[in-house]
């Protein structure tokens, strides 16, 4: 593994299902992040996380919760999937809190919810 | 919402020449910083100019930044078809990064 990883790469789900967007960090960075991207809107923040075992909601939170059991690992749930979250997320993390240095970014996950 | 707003949405040019991208935003900052994604990829960090700031050079690339009239500017110089992309310039506070709809860039051969 080498930066960060995102799986799946896409997935097609029928509304009213769970589904878990899993990311993987091996730089051990504190902080890591959820964005949803969509056309015209640029990225939006759904969920932070600034240091393991703690998180914090971004501007669009509702419909997705997220853990941070440990430094590495930082997955997005769906409880109940809609189809206005059809989108393309990415995962991120940088060295320290988001605003004061780069984020590096995963390949994203295509998710298109029927 | 989103903090920073870039200009234009989209920018056409030839191989060769320079290419400049506006970005204006709301709030004061930490610092801002532009990305670059190429088609179906994530995001790639290009540079990150801090508030007290107010030009920085990587590569190919100018960045300048001017916060009393909360703007900044990138400058891509003697483009190349490598350069076609989307640009997002991002506005960092204490916990989070905000990020403009973005310029799409086509470098014509």
């Known amino acids: 593994i080498a930066g960060i990883t995102q799986a799946p790469t896409s997935q097609i789900l029928a509304a009213g299902r769970r589904m878990t967007l899993r990311c993987t960090q091996d730089m051990r960075h504190n902080a890591m992040y959820w964005y949803r991207q969509d056309l015209g809107l640029g990225l939006r923040l759904i969920h932070y996380?600034?240091?393991?075992?703690?998180?914090g909601k971004g501007e669009v939170p509702d419909g997705y919760s997220v853990s941070r059991a440990n430094t590495d690992d930082f997955p997005l749930t769906l409880a109940s999937a809609v189809p206005s979250q059809t989108s393309v997320y990415f995962c991120?993390?940088?060295?320290?809190?988001?605003?004061?240095?780069?984020?590096?970014f995963g390949p994203g996950t295509r998710l298109t919810v029927l | 919402s989103q903090q920073g707003e870039e200009d234009p949405q989209a920018l056409s040019i030839q191989e060769g020449e320079n290419a400049t991208m506006n970005c204006s935003y709301k709030t004061s900052i930490n610092n801002l910083q532009w990305y670059r994604q190429n088609s179906g990829r994530g995001l790639v960090h290009l540079i990150l100019?801090?508030?007290?700031?107010r030009e920085k050079h990587s590569g190919r690339l100018r960045v300048t930044l001017d916060t009393s009239k909360k703007s900044s500017s990138l400058l891509i110089t003697a483009s190349r078809a490598a350069d076609t992309a989307s640009y997002f310039c991002a506005t960092g506070n204490d916990y989070k990064l905000s990020f403009g709809a973005g310029t799409t860039v086509t470098v014509r051969a």
């Open positions: 991120a993390s940088s060295e320290y809190g988001a605003g004061h240095n780069e984020q590096f």
């Open positions: 996380s600034n240091t393991a075992g703690t998180t």
């Open positions: 100019i801090r508030s007290n700031e």
